[in-house]
């Protein structure tokens, strides 16, 4: 079946620890997204990539690094930078194709900093 | 500075009853709006879409409606079932920029019997 896996499903990392949170799609999604969400405040792009070897900030990116060198692989960074770690990680996909398309989530990574 | 607000966090409706959910934004470029539903420790769901050509757009038992001179939109769920219960995200997005979407933060809805 299509669609996007994120791993692990739960993640707890120590303090000044650096953690990279997995991302994965076999949607042939050009469009990559990284998303936070933490209560009360909806959901917030981190990074996306619209396509390989490519990527823009989002508007929380300090302290998150990503990569793009696989169409189908889009992991995000944690760095010891980010002070506020411990959120709800969202990974997305979407078509480029013309007209607008809704963009398809994975199923989220919990991280906790311990 | 918040561009989609959603402002009231939650909603209780009565199962059959109609469910309405609204939603404001601020930027005048955005041109395309969605509605997404989330369970708790799960990734949100696509419900339903409109674009600003539009002024309604209807799926089911979702009924999406905008009005781009109030910058306004709402989604209608009739009748609302017990399944419905769940935070929805109203997000939209500015044309040529794929699916870059700015979300709201969300309402509550819980759907009692």
């Not at chain 1, 620890?17 to 909806?42: F, I, K």
């Not at chain 1, 696989?70 to 990974?91: D, G, H, I, M």
């Amino acid at each position: 079946d299509g669609g996007i896996t994120q791993s692990p499903k739960y993640l707890f990392r120590k303090e000044g620890q650096n953690v990279t949170l997995s991302c994965e799609q076999n949607l042939n999604h050009d469009a990559m997204y990284w998303y936070r969400q933490d209560p009360g405040q909806g959901l917030r792009l981190i990074y996306y990539s619209q396509i390989v070897n490519d990527f823009q900030k989002g508007d929380i990116a300090e302290g998150y690094s990503v990569s793009r060198e696989k169409k189908e692989s889009f992991p995000l960074t944690v760095t010891s930078a980010q002070k506020n770690p411990t959120a709800f990680y969202l990974c997305a996909s979407s078509s480029q194709a013309l007209g607008n398309t809704e963009a398809f989530f994975g199923q989220g990574t919990r991280l906790t900093v311990v | 500075d918040q561009q989609v607000k959603q402002n009231s966090p939650s909603l209780s409706v009565q199962e059959g009853r109609i469910s309405i959910l609204n939603c404001d934004y601020t930027n005048s470029m955005f041109d395309y709006f969605l509605w997404y539903k989330k369970y708790p420790a799960e990734g949100p769901t696509f419900l339903i879409s409109i674009s600003s050509i539009k002024d309604k757009n209807e799926d089911g038992r979702f009924t999406v409606f905008l009005n781009k001179s109030a910058k306004h939109l709402s989604l209608h769920i009739v009748p609302s079932q017990p399944g419905d219960s769940a935070v929805y995200f109203c997000a939209a997005s500015v044309a040529g920029t794929a699916s870059k979407l700015t979300f709201g933060t969300g309402t509550r809805l819980q759907v009692t019997l």
